[in-house]
């Protein structure tokens, strides 16, 4: 293996420290813990793990969570309305609505509902609009893709006048870390389903962002010598050797694969790590912009 591997639950752990610090600061200067209101609607098992260890990581670092649930059948009005309430609450810096809600609710308006300034994981329509707008900053930026190019950051990418290639295009990942990339002066290529002779657009990348949900899909073949690789994935394998009968693996074939990139983040602890620590440091950065009011 000869590719550097990005440890993205160590430098996640770092971003935690700094958060937790700032929060005692603000305590000791009379002023309020953040805190982060989480809308789970329904009952989705992988929904329900993330928000509490999302619970769990704000208790970690002194920020406050209070979490609300509603069944599965709850109206577009229920829903907005409790966006509503968390918006008037001055104890409430952050509001995280979980997705995918069920099917039958409108996520754009739910999101558009929430305050602009509470809009902790940055998926507000304004707030997407104004990543992709030259010129324009967003008042937060969606936690995995700003983890992405933290761990970017931290591998030592050149990414000015850079090939960056990212895999996928869902608007939680591949948008909004192909709109990062752009802003940070790469020349961007953004592959999907439909995109031609996929693993030659592939090798082009000297920054290769895998965020499609296919287990081990990028062969060693595909990636540049010394590319950067983030992977964005998690998936299940098969594995009867384990006590749960799988393992997780990325997007990336990883062994095959390290031995070829310059760099590489593993799954787990790679990505993973990475977005809660954002989602806390938006949290911390909301309460700060409460402050100024």
């Known amino acids: ?13 770092e971003i935690r420290d700094e958060v937790k610090a700032a929060v005692e600061t603000r305590l000791e200067k009379g002023l309020s813990a953040p805190g982060l ?4 609607v329904g009952e989705n098992p992988a929904s329900q793990v993330y928000v509490r260890n999302k619970q769990k990581a704000c208790a970690d670092v002194g920020i406050n ?10 109206t577009q009005e229920e829903v907005e309305t409790l966006v509503q309430k968390l918006n008037a609450d001055p104890a409430v810096n952050g509001i995280l609505v979980q ?43 969606p936690c995995t893709p700003a983890g992405c190019m933290v761990l970017l950051e931290k591998a030592g990418a050149q990414l000015s006048g850079a090939n960056a290639v990212v895999l996928g295009r869902s608007n939680i990942v591949g948008m909004p870390v192909a709109l990062l990339l752009v802003k940070a002066n790469a020349t961007v290529t953004i592959c999907h389903s439909r995109t ?18 296919q287990p081990e899909f990028v062969k060693q073949e595909w990636v540049k010598p010394g590319a950067i690789v983030i992977d964005v994935g998690i998936n299940q394998k098969e594995d009867a050797s384990t006590k749960k009968g799988y393992r997780l693996v990325g997007d990336v074939a990883f062994d095959e694969v390290a031995e070829v990139a310059g760099a590489i983040t593993p799954v787990p602890g790679g990505v993973g790590p990475m977005t809660i620590a954002m989602l806390l440091k938006n949290t911390l950065h909301a309460a700060e912009l409460a402050d100024q009011k």
């Open 196 to 213: 031609r002779d996929l693993p030659s657009v592939v090798r082009q990348a000297d920054v290769l962002v895998a965020a499609i949900g």
């Open 37 to 40: 209101a989480t809308v789970l």
């Open 99 to 141: 997705l995918p809600l069920p099917h039958h609710l409108d996520e754009e308006k739910v999101l558009s509902a929430i305050d602009l300034n509470k809009d902790v994981d940055g998926f507000h329509p304004v707030n997407i609009g104004r990543l992709a707008q030259k010129g324009r900053e967003p008042v937060f930026i």
């Open 1 to 13: 293996m000869s590719a550097n591997i990005i440890d993205g639950k160590q430098i996640g752990q």
């Open 65 to 74: 969570s209070f979490g609300y649930k509603l069944p599965e059948d709850a």
